[in-house]
């Protein structure tokens, strides 16, 4: 199965970081939040992959590409094997790129993946959210190729929250499972009964670009996801999935700053630096 990658948004949340930085380029302790995406395609058996970019995502091609200055720097320093986990991704991976001329939606970014991926189902990830254990797309594909159709990652969010996440409605077909019936983008909390939010995580069938294709812009001239994948209910089976591993909003600046302390207290060469930060932090509150 192939997976698209959409990086081609203006990151406006996280200005001024996002003005000539990709914001899936963001790190997680020192990680790029998109190098977690790639392996997590990878990790699902989604080798080949279309990177969605636009202006100012330079940085994205550069990252999967060899530095060969810098290799050979490794190589004298003593530290060759500094980047041997990415070099495993780069090898395992086939990363192509397309470049979304505008900004003009999320729905829009999957469009220009139509002639890459063809007339067999294929998993979109973003990189606002990170997913581990188990990876995400994984979990769709097998959904996918159980029951048949579409498949959207869904994870119970608090009441407090639904504003934030596109919800989905729909009844349950198998425990975790259910058919949608419809998705509500950013509700108020007397809108839905639902809290089951959909997570970045999508295996949709092809017949989403005839939907996206009809799809008029909606706010702010884009043309939504959501709204063609509304459309695709009509048609076909949709299922919500719900995921239930760890998932990190990397999208949201508390979330992103949370994702890098937890990851980071995993790590033995961190954990006790950072234990002494967060104790004179905690006395100074
Ligand atoms: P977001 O809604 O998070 O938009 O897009 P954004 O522009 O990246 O960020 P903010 O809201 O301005 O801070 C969700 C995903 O869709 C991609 C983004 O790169 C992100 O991965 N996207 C969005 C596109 O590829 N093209 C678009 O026109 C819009």
Not at 68 to 76: A, I, Q, S, Y
Not at 218 to 241: A, C, F, M, N, P
Request: with cysteine.
């Amino acid at each position: 199965m192939k997976a698209v990658i959409p990086a081609a948004g203006l990151g406006t949340r996280f200005l001024p970081y996002t003005k000539a930085q990709p914001k899936e380029m963001i790190p997680l302790v020192d990680k790029p939040a998109i190098q977690f995406v790639v392996e997590e395609a990878v990790a699902s058996g989604m080798r080949e992959i279309l990177i969605v970019t636009g202006r100012t995502k330079r940085a994205i091609e550069d990252h999967f590409d060899t530095n060969v200055e810098l290799d050979n720097h490794l190589e004298k320093s003593g530290r060759p094997t500094a980047l041997e986990d990415l070099k495993a991704l780069m090898s395992a991976a086939r990363i192509m790129y397309v470049r979304q001329p505008s900004p003009l939606g999320l729905g829009d970014a999957v469009l220009r993946a139509a002639p890459f991926v063809g007339d067999e189902a294929f998993g979109v990830l973003l990189g606002d959210d990170i997913t581990v254990d188990p990876p995400c797309s994984a979990v769709l594909k097998a959904a996918h190729e159980r029951l048949g159709g579409s498949a959207i990652a869904l994870q119970q969010v608090p009441r407090d929250q639904i504003g934030r996440y596109g919800m989905a409605v729909g009844k349950e077909v198998e425990p975790g499972v259910i058919r949608l019936e419809d998705m509500i983008e950013k509700p108020t909390p007397a809108q839905v009964r639902s809290t089951l939010a959909t997570i970045g995580r999508y295996v949709l069938t092809p017949e989403i670009f005839a939907r996206l294709r009809a799809t008029e812009p909606g706010k702010g001239g884009e043309i939504q996801l959501t709204d063609g994948i509304r459309s695709l209910i009509k048609k076909e089976d949709v299922y919500g999935v719900l995921y239930r591993g760890r998932r990190f909003d990397v999208g949201d600046k508390v979330g992103w700053l949370g994702a890098n302390l937890e990851l980071a207290m995993e790590r033995e060469d961190l954990r006790d630096g950072l234990k002494e930060v967060l104790d004179r932090i905690r006395k100074k509150a």
